[in-house]
């Protein structure tokens, strides 16, 4: 296991299209967290998983957004009907209770 | 409110100088603090994570400082170098706080001319 994965990398997608993220945690932690950082800017919130359940949405994630950890393993965002707003970087990372949080490399969206 | 607020928003310094970076935070009840570098389209990276009973915690040319009373922190680097052009990120744990329990600050861009 050599740390959280994020797939993919890049995505360069038209506006409306619908995209989905993966995130791939370090194994056995139980938690998954999901930000958004666009440029020039810290991370942003967006939500969290302990195990498969999704304990907290923030106001940022709006109806467009949906996040799953189906079970309790990867876990999965998808955007519909993407807007230019939704240009950044998607950051996941992934901790064993509240000790370390490890970062995956992110996902940079740039949406067309 | 949580909240973490860091200074200076950005830094350009000349290699080989020290420099110190600022973290005040609110978060409330207060678990943990890390400090995170973050190069250029990169994901974050941890530096260091200190509790509330530790005040100095060092890792290579990194040096961490925590005062839990002024709920103040700094980052504090040694003979800079070219690599350590990145921003810099201080992330504070709250025992049963929301977002996760983790409260991120903007970050500090440090840039390191030759």
């Known amino acids: 296991d050599t740390g959280v994965s994020q797939n993919p990398r890049h995505k360069i997608t038209k506006r409306g299209q619908n995209v989905t993220f993966r995130c791939d945690p370090i194994s056995e932690h139980n938690r998954l967290y999901w930000y958004r950082q666009t440029l020039g800017q810290g991370p942003e919130f967006l939500t969290y998983f302990q195990n498969e359940a999704q304990l907290e949405k923030s106001r940022l994630l709006s109806d467009r957004f949906s996040a799953e950890r189906p079970k309790g393993s990867f876990s999965t965002l998808e955007i519909q009907r993407t807007e230019q707003g939704d240009s950044a970087m998607y950051l996941c990372?992934?901790?064993?209770?509240?000790?370390?949080?490890?970062f995956g490399q992110g996902t940079r969206l740039t949406v067309v | 409110k949580n909240q973490v607020e860091q200074s200076p928003q950005s830094l350009i310094i000349l290699e080989g100088k020290n420099c110190t970076l600022q973290?005040?935070?609110?978060?409330?009840?207060?678990?943990?603090l890390r400090w995170y570098k973050q190069d250029t389209g990169r994901g974050p990276v941890s530096l260091t994570i200190m509790t509330f009973s530790e005040n100095t915690k060092s890792n290579g040319r990194y040096t961490a400082t925590l005062d839990a009373d002024t709920k103040q922190s700094s980052l504090h680097i040694t003979a800079s170098q070219l690599s350590d052009s990145a921003s810099y990120i201080c992330v504070v744990s709250g025992d049963g706080g929301s977002q996760g329990n983790l409260i991120f600050g903007k970050g500090t861009k440090l840039s390191v001319k030759p």
């Open positions: 973290c005040n935070y609110t978060v409330s009840p207060f678990s943990n």
């Open positions: 990372a992934s901790s064993l209770g509240q000790i370390e949080a490890f």
